[in-house]
């Protein structure tokens, strides 16, 4: 298979290297986002529950969630190897509650898991894609685990440039200046930026139920939803 073109800058020795240490200062509420994303799992999954983290890759929600919970066990998939290589450094000897898969969401074991995320990707890809992403997560979740998904949308209350913009600015620590504005404008270009409504029809269609907006941060929104019984 073509490596996406998502996933080529992730390849990047360079970015890889960063990874780790900048990302949590460009997304809002970086750490907060896994607290939040654990207590909506832990809702759902109970002791010894098993979880699948699609584009684990980096490792820090999976470090998060295995210092957390010493009793559950995860499997985490990412198409890229250097920021799978990543991960196990970060994990260190919390590495033995963790699957590392090199691939996508059809690599993972086609196993009923008690819950999932899906971080910051799904912006990446396009409607159709992410339909099939959904629909193929939800076949590998229990009826009623919760799935966890956060990435930039385009918020209803003004252009989804502006507010991309002021997630630049976040994550570069300025004001909205005219080259954020241009940055914004390119990376809407290059993201498929979904609506709140079209974010929940996705999940609905993909065979989950009960979505619920719980996290916001500028241009990034998350839900959680329910995997239907599909008995």
């Given at each position: 298979m073509k490596t996406p073109t998502f996933v080529q800058p992730f390849s990047d020795p360079a970015l890889v290297a960063r990874y780790a240490d900048t990302t949590p200062q460009r997304i809002p509420g970086f750490h907060d986002l896994h607290r939040m994303a654990l207590i909506l799992l832990s809702e759902r999954a109970k002791s010894n529950a098993r979880i699948l983290a699609?584009?684990?890759?980096?490792?820090?929600?999976?470090?998060?969630?295995?210092?957390?919970?010493?009793?559950?066990?995860?499997?985490?998939?990412?198409?890229?190897?250097?920021?799978?290589?990543?991960?196990?450094?970060?994990?260190?000897?919390?590495?033995?509650?963790?699957?590392?898969?090199?691939?996508?969401?059809?690599?993972?074991?086609?196993?009923?898991?008690?819950?999932?995320?899906?971080?910051?990707?799904?912006?990446?890809?396009?409607?159709?894609?992410?339909?099939?992403?959904?629909?193929?997560?939800?076949?590998?979740?229990?009826?009623?685990?919760?799935?966890v998904v956060a990435h930039h949308c385009r918020p209803k209350e003004g252009a989804a440039e502006d507010w991309l913009a002021r997630s630049i600015a976040f994550a570069t620590g300025t004001e909205t200046t005219a080259e954020a504005i241009s940055s914004a404008s390119n990376m809407a270009q290059h993201l498929t930026l979904l609506s709140p409504q079209e974010e929940e029809g996705l999940l609905r269609e993909a065979g989950f139920m009960a979505s619920a907006l719980f996290y916001a941060g500028l241009s990034f929104r998350g839900w959680v939803a329910y995997a239907e019984d599909q008995a």
């Open positions: 699609l584009a684990a890759g980096g490792g820090l929600e999976l470090k998060s969630f295995a210092q957390a919970r010493p009793d559950w066990s995860f499997v985490g998939v990412d198409p890229s190897q250097a920021m799978l290589d990543l991960a196990a450094q970060v994990l260190g000897p919390l590495g033995s509650q963790v699957d590392l898969i090199s691939g996508y969401v059809d690599d993972a074991p086609l196993e009923l898991f008690d819950g999932a995320t899906c971080l910051l990707t799904l912006h990446f890809l396009s409607k159709a894609e992410r339909l099939s992403l959904l629909k193929s997560l939800r076949v590998r979740l229990k009826p009623g685990a919760a799935l």
